[in-house]
């Protein structure tokens, strides 16, 4: 079936470093995806966002990546800060499945900032 | 603050019992969704509103369970004769038709003992 997945469940960087979060997804269909944070007791927070048409997309720190050839996705964060730390899902939609808009989730990477 | 509201922010029932939630979306949103999210895994998928049209439901979505968005504003969602299996972290996001992005609310934790 249609499943988001995320290669390593915890990273954890130095403070000041870079941070790569991966993300493989199994459904071709998928022309939407979306990055999120969450923080501990906290709802998803919108991180970033990034269409099928485009392969690169940069927001304030962060970067998204999309490789449609191997249905993989990859979060970079630049100078990864302790206010970084939370969990990061992946998230997919089919633009194109009507007007519902459903997101499927991933399980989530645990990213922790050490100092 | 604009954002979307949900309450209450934690709740604590007795097995059987009916428990009803509450979500105010980000004015002008006429699109409405709520999630259920289990310890360590993602958000899935419960149900969508668009204005007051109920438009889909997921299958987790049982008989017990009911949402409404009555006016086309805030939405209700109620689970009849809770089980222990319920107790997750209900979440609402809404968004502006037009629009992609999703943004949640911070939840409602429901433990169900």
């Known amino acids: 079936g249609e499943s988001v997945g995320l290669h390593l469940p915890t990273l954890s960087v130095q403070e000041g470093d870079n941070s790569i979060i991966n993300c493989a997804y199994s459904?071709?269909?998928?022309?939407?995806f979306i990055w999120y944070k969450q923080e501990s007791g906290k709802g998803p927070q919108f991180i970033i966002d990034?269409?099928?048409?485009?392969d690169k997309r940069q927001g304030q720190r962060v970067t998204v990546l999309l490789n449609k050839t191997v249905k993989h996705l990859s979060l970079q964060i630049a100078a990864t800060q302790p206010g970084d730390s939370a969990v990061y899902f992946c998230?997919?939609?089919?633009?194109?499945?009507?007007?519902?808009?459903?997101?499927?989730f991933g399980s989530g990477t645990q990213l922790t900032v050490l100092p | 603050d604009t954002g979307v509201s949900q309450n209450p922010r934690h709740k604590i029932t007795k097995r059987g019992q009916n428990v009803t939630f509450r979500c105010d979306p980000i004015?002008?949103?006429?699109?409405l969704y709520w999630y259920r999210q289990t310890l360590g895994q993602g958000p899935e998928f419960l149900t969508y509103?668009?204005?007051?049209?109920?438009?889909?439901k997921s299958r987790l979505l049982s008989d017990r369970f009911s949402a409404e968005r009555p006016k086309g504003s805030f939405s209700t969602l109620e689970i009849q004769r809770t089980e222990q299996g319920d107790s997750a972290m209900y979440l609402c996001?809404?968004?502006?038709?037009?629009?992609?992005?999703?943004?949640f609310g911070q939840g409602t934790r429901l433990t169900v003992v």
């Open positions: 990034i269409r099928s048409n485009m």
């Open positions: 998230a997919e939609t089919r633009l194109s499945s009507g007007s519902a808009r459903q997101l499927t």
């Open positions: 004015s002008e949103h006429n699109r």
């Open positions: 509103f668009q204005n007051e049209a109920q438009l889909e």
């Open positions: 459904n071709s269909a998928s022309d939407y």
């Open positions: 996001a809404s968004s502006l038709g037009g629009r992609n992005e999703a943004f």
